[in-house]
């Protein structure tokens, strides 16, 4: 079955839910538009004894494409990566709470979730993501083979730098590992099938990495090792670009101390992998992430959180003795 068939009908499904989709066929119809209009004017070119373009397709920068097939796909990206981390966000932020937090947020959402609610409700968000990230890919593949450009690839790498690439959320690793964290926690859940095959976390070497399996061998590998200690996260944070640190890791990173936070980093500091400036402001923390790697190594974790707490306490003393420092004017 052709990829965009089956978009359609998994998407299908989706809009009883009013979550927004990326319109392939309208995408699609843009362009065989401008490739007809091309051949046209191409063939008239021939007729009145001009030179003709050459090929049957569109033209680099093509004014017709540009001005309709860029604009209508931003939106559509924005839209789906808005709604996929407002979704994320409201489902942790219910899995984590407890006490009458959590009671009130059940209320306020009209429904009882129970375990296996849950677990669906995070596989069908870690669906939507990847197959909507699979979209996108596509009709950008599209585009530049019509057009022999490389608009597509330049456009994927634009949506990037505007934190609207769906796989760069921080919400969708801390879906997987929510949904890992669930399914331990209930053993005879069964794997689904059909367009959603698995997560997991695995150590190759002794470096943890959080995969994910779509349909058509399709998947996404998050590499959960911090690039500054070059250790497994500890206390995970993931910033707006989608690179994941240890939260003492990232506050050095970003010259801050951990008592203010990240928060008070900078906003033209830079991402310390890719360089990408103002990722800090959308910073997440990790707390399903931290939940499943201290199940999943408890030994390390043990011995990591020992030489944490006595960091911390160091930074946290020198951070109020230099304040003291500064207020008395030493």
């Given at each position: 079955?052709?990829?965009?068939?089956?978009?359609?009908?998994?998407?299908?499904?989706?809009?009883?839910?009013?979550?927004?989709?990326?319109?392939?066929?309208?995408?699609?119809?843009?362009?065989?538009?401008?490739?007809?209009?091309?051949?046209s004017q191409n063939q008239h070119g021939e007729e009145e004894g001009g030179s003709p373009h050459g090929g049957n397709r569109c033209p680099d920068r093509c004014p017709v494409c540009d001005g309709t097939f860029f604009p209508s796909l931003l939106k559509e990206m924005?839209?789906?990566?808005?709604?996929?981390?407002?979704?994320?966000?409201?489902?942790?932020?219910?899995?984590l709470a407890s006490g009458f937090g959590k009671y009130l947020m059940c209320f306020g959402s009209k429904s009882q979730?129970?375990?296996?609610?849950?677990?669906?409700?995070?596989?069908?968000?870690?669906?939507?993501?990847?197959?909507?990230?699979?979209?996108?890919?596509?009709?950008?593949?599209?585009?530049?083979?019509?057009?022999?450009?490389?608009?597509?690839?330049?456009?994927?790498?634009?949506?990037?730098s505007m934190h609207i690439e769906i796989l760069q959320s921080p919400w969708l690793c801390e879906l997987m590992a929510f949904y890992v964290n669930l399914r331990q926690s209930k053993v005879n859940s069964k794997a689904f099938v059909g367009l959603f095959e698995d997560c997991s976390l695995t150590f190759d070497d002794d470096k943890p990495m959080l995969a994910c399996g779509l349909f058509d061998s399709t998947k996404v590998d998050i590499d959960l090792t911090c690039?500054?200690?070059?250790?497994?996260?500890?206390?995970?944070?993931?910033?707006?670009?989608?690179?994941?640190?240890?939260?003492?890791?990232?506050?050095?990173?970003?010259?801050?101390?951990i008592v203010d936070g990240l928060k008070a980093v900078d906003p033209k500091a830079k991402c310390p992998l890719c360089r990408q400036a103002g990722?800090?402001?959308?910073?997440?923390?990790?707390?399903?992430?931290?939940?499943?790697?201290?199940?999943?190594?408890?030994?390390?974790?043990?011995?990591?959180?020992?030489?944490?707490?006595?960091?911390?306490?160091?930074?946290?003393?020198e951070h109020w003795q230099s304040q003291c420092q500064a207020f008395l004017g030493v």
């Open positions: 079955m052709k990829f965009c068939k089956r978009y359609e009908e998994y998407m299908q499904g989706r809009r009883e839910k009013e979550l927004p989709v990326v319109g392939l066929k309208k995408l699609k119809k843009i362009l065989k538009r401008c490739r007809r209009d091309f051949q924005s839209a789906v990566v808005g709604c996929f981390n407002e979704r994320a966000q409201k489902l942790l932020e219910l899995h979730r129970n375990h296996g609610a849950l677990i669906q409700e995070g596989k069908d968000l870690v669906t939507y993501a990847i197959i909507n990230s699979i979209a996108m890919r596509k009709i950008l593949k599209k585009y530049d083979k019509v057009h022999y450009s490389k608009q597509g690839q330049a456009f994927r790498s634009q949506a990037q690039s500054i200690c070059l250790d497994t996260v500890f206390d995970p944070v993931s910033l707006a670009c989608g690179h994941i640190f240890c939260f003492m890791c990232c506050c050095s990173a970003g010259s801050v101390s990722v800090y402001a959308g910073a997440v923390h990790l707390d399903e992430l931290n939940i499943l790697l201290s199940r999943s190594c408890p030994d390390y974790w043990e011995e990591r959180l020992q030489s944490e707490r006595v960091e911390r306490v160091r930074r946290t003393k």
